[in-house]
């Protein structure tokens, strides 16, 4: 992972776009070139194909399921605001840069990607929309009040921004650090480099920028000192290894708990409960939510189809069959964005791509 970012940033573009996506489109004949559309018989623009990628923050089969809905919602939607579309593809990444990637590409029309990986791409990609989702009834920088209140639930308080979480699990170093913080006492930077940990992409905030400013704020370390860190290719996998001991803290964010409540004492095989097995032993700033963002090279991609997509979304998300399929990365609805609303998350951004060259 050492100079992930800084390769990123350099514009490193990887092969393997997306799984199981296809080659970019290559249109109908168009009355419009600069959109790629052509007018229907009810006075419509003609999208033929709208792709839209998710990141894989859950698991996959898991995503394309909960938003197989989302198909028709759009398709009804947009119908509404004078554009007709053939199909609407969605798709899972194989990782957030492959997401990112394909917007920069123009094989994803729309991406739903966290600030992070907006900040990566914003070369390549727009930032249409930022997600509300539920508060959180603990909303705190101290480890050990999450503890003292778990376990965490929703409030109807809607909100922009949340939490990245440091959790400790059942083996005997996790609960070595969790009895420590709630003892009180600091953690020490030998305390947690002995530990194992599992962290996500370098693109991730919850599962890895933030998470490595927090080692960087307490211990004047980051993510790529950890001697002992994996990389988990989803949030299911590593709680899997979290359960299982293979990794004694993972980073996540706030309420992925929540997620996992359910697979933790089934699929995970566990006896207690999630509260019960695991412990908070970091908290970071809040974080920006995701981002709903459109790419800069798709044909379709033109100023009025972003303004009817934009309308579009936020009109599902105001709907309860809207908020059920949303639901799946958490999100309650949505609001207009602009660029700038990411400015802290291009800070911190530039702060461990400069961590990452100096070391």
């Known amino acids: 992972m050492k100079k992930a970012l800084s390769l990123l940033l350099a514009g490193v573009m990887c092969v393997g776009l997306l799984a199981g996506c296809s080659g970019q489109d290559s249109g109908t004949d168009t009355t419009d070139d600069s959109t790629n559309t052509e007018t229907t018989e009810t006075g419509n623009k003609q999208i033929d194909t709208l792709r839209i990628a998710f990141v894989p923050s859950r698991e996959p089969e898991e995503i394309i399921t909960a938003t197989e809905p989302l198909k028709q919602m759009l398709t009804d939607e947009l119908a509404k605001l004078g554009y007709d579309v053939g199909e609407v593809d969605i798709t899972v990444g194989t990782s957030y840069e492959a997401v990112g990637e394909a917007l920069s590409a123009g094989t994803a029309d729309v991406g739903l990607i966290p600030g992070g990986t907006y900040v990566l791409y914003d070369d390549g990609c727009d930032v249409l929309l930022t997600a509300t989702r539920d508060g959180l009834s603990i909303d705190s920088d101290n480890a050990k009040d999450w503890n003292d209140n778990a376990p965490t639930e929703p409030t109807t308080e809607q909100v922009t921004s949340y939490r990245a979480l440091m959790i400790a699990g059942p083996s005997e170093k996790g609960q070595e650090l969790a009895a420590k913080v709630n003892a009180g006492e600091a953690l020490t930077w030998e305390d947690v480099s002995s530990a194992n940990w599992s962290v996500a992409n370098s693109s991730s905030p919850a599962g890895y920028i933030y998470p490595s400013l927090w080692l960087q704020e307490n211990f004047d370390h980051n993510i790529t000192d950890l001697p002992h860190a994996v990389q988990s290719d989803s949030y299911g996998s590593a709680f899997a290894r979290l359960a299982s001991g293979q990794v004694d803290i993972l980073c996540t964010y706030a309420d992925a708990r929540r997620d996992y409540e359910d697979e933790w004492t089934g699929e995970y095989g566990m006896t207690n409960s999630i509260w019960d097995d695991t412990a908070v032993v970091g908290v970071t700033p809040a974080i920006y939510n995701d981002t709903i963002s459109v790419s800069k090279t798709s044909p379709i991609m033109d100023d009025d189809f972003k303004a009817a997509l934009s ?37 911190a951004q530039e702060m461990i791509q400069s961590l990452n060259s100096a070391g």
Do not use: M
């Not at 599902?316 to 908020?323: M, V």
């Open 311 to 347: 309308e579009a979304f936020i009109n599902i998300g105001n709907t309860e069959e809207g908020k059920e399929v949303i639901a799946i990365y958490s999100h309650n609805g949505y609001l207009p964005a602009q660029s700038s609303d990411y400015d802290s998350e291009r800070a």
